[in-house]
């Protein structure tokens, strides 16, 4: 039997990088995938459709997780699609970087209201469930920038630390309900948006990482499949780093 078999998770920022990998693997191990996107839907669809070849249920939900009324409704519908949500993964996330003389209100606002903020909307939705079933696994992604902090990434790594505090609370609130939060600190992992940085800066990077080569979103996937499995059901309000000793 697979590890997830029969259950349900629902991964926010699924359609693309580490969201699509742990939606993917998730379902390699059997459970079926709510793809929560907040506007490319081309990319959700075709996630979609590589998870549903894998033989599980795969229906893509479009929301701005921060909006509360966006996820409650969002929430409401997964729920009454599925029949439950066994999983949450919080991955949704943005950026705008620069340093913060020159930060403007609004791009604070804004990575914080998605990274931060959106994560605290769908465990709130998903709260009164998780604890009528007496189980479930919320696994939220953070950064280790978040750990270590990053120049012109203020407002990023204030919503990464705050997600840890967010994962540490949800764990002692919902331990006795048998629910287990656990946050995931990704380091330098490949993406687009990595692959077109300069090579320069790409070696820059490589040269803080004590094993010397950046990660690949399938490393995130596969401890998020560990962390929301049976074999993960004693552990909760753990951080831990995917970066290749970057932050250690």
Known sequence: MKSLENKTALVTGGSRGIGRAIALAMAEEGANIAVVFAGNREAAEKTAAEIAEKGVQARIYQCDVASAGETEAVVKQILDDFGGVDILVNNAGIVRDTLLLRMKEEDFDAV??????????????????????????????????GLMGNAAQANYAAAKAGLIGLTKSTAKELASRGVTCNAIAP??????????????????????????????????????????????????????????????
């Open 187 to 248: 380091g330098y992992i490949r993406s687009d948006m990595t692959d077109a940085l300069p090579e320069k800066a790409k070696e820059a990077i490589v040269s803080q990482i004590p094993m010397k080569h950046t990660g690949l979103p399938q490393d995130v996937a596969n401890l998020a499949v560990f962390l929301a499995g049976p074999a993960a059901s004693y552990i909760t309000g753990e951080v831990i780093r995917v970066d290749g000793g970057m932050a250690m």
């Open 112 to 145: 914080l209201n998605t990274n931060l903020k959106g994560a605290y909307h769908m465990i709130r939705q998903l709260y009164s469930h998780m604890m009528r079933k007496k189980s479930g696994s919320i696994i939220n992604i953070s950064s280790v920038v």
